[in-house]
C-alpha cells in the first residue's frame, strides 16, 4: 500500500545534470529500502542505485561518480542527482520501494519518468 511518485526527468544536453524526485505515500518509509531503476529502449530494466534508511548506498558501476542518490525521510523522498550526463542514460527511470523487517516482501514501482540525454 505504498505509492511512488515520480518526476523531474525532461530533455538535457549530454554533459548536463538533472535531479529526479521520488515522493512515498501510504506507509512508513523508513522501513524500505528505496531504489533507481531504468529501461532504456529495447533493453531490460536495470538497477541504477539504491539507500536505506540510514543512508547506505550502492551504485551500479556504469554510473558511479557521475549519480548520488539520496533521501529525506522527514519529507518521504528519494532523489537522484544525475550529473555529467551520456547519451546512453536516456532511459525511463523508475523509483522501487523495498520493504525490510515487518513489510520485507512488500515491494512497489513507480510509474516512472523519462529522461533523454541528447543535443
Known amino acids: 500500500q505504498v505509492q511512488l511518485v515520480e518526476s523531474g526527468g525532461g530533455l538535457v544536453q549530454p554533459g548536463g545534470s538533472v535531479r529526479l524526485s521520488c515522493a512515498a505515500s501510504g506507509s512508513i518509509f523508513s522501513l524500505y529500502v528505496m531504489g533507481w531503476y531504468r529501461q532504456a529502449p529495447g533493453k531490460q530494466r536495470e538497477l541504477v542505485a539504491t539507500i536505506t534508511s540510514g543512508g547506505s548506498t550502492n551504485y551500479a558501476d556504469s554510473v558511479k561518480g557521475r549519480f548520488t542518490i539520496s533521501r529525506d525521510n522527514a519529507k518521504n523522498t528519494v532523489y537522484l542527482q544525475m550529473n555529467s550526463l551520456k547519451p546512453e542514460d536516456t532511459a525511463v527511470y523508475y523509483c522501487?520501494?523495498?520493504?525490510?523487517?515487518?513489510?520485507?516482501?512488500?515491494?512497489?514501482w513507480g510509474q516512472g519518468t523519462q529522461v533523454t540525454v541528447s543535443s
Open positions: 522501487r520501494a523495498s520493504g525490510v523487517g515487518p513489510v520485507y516482501g512488500n515491494n512497489y
